[in-house]
């Protein structure tokens, strides 16, 4: 008959509150570390625009291209 162990004795560690408050922190670290690249990207490495470009405003075209131009 095999040797029954009680199942405290049989887990690999126990549940603290230590092990939980290193989890939480981690998981708040990762989203300060996550906001700081977001906001990083948003200032300095995003794509401009098609609004922020000034546009360029073409010559107009003569309306009259067979009369001469005055000297």
């Not at 092990?19 to 998981?27: G, P």
């Not at 200032?43 to 010559?59: D, G, H, K, M, N």
């Amino acid at each position: 008959m095999a040797r029954q162990i009680p199942p405290g004795k049989a887990r690999q560690g126990n549940a603290s509150k230590r092990i939980l408050m290193i989890l939480i922190f981690s998981l708040a670290g990762a989203f300060v570390v996550w906001g700081i690249a977001e906001l990083y990207y948003v200032v300095e490495l995003a794509p401009q625009r098609p609004a922020e470009t000034q546009p360029q405003r073409a010559a107009p075209a003569d309306p009259q291209p067979d009369r001469p131009k005055p000297p």
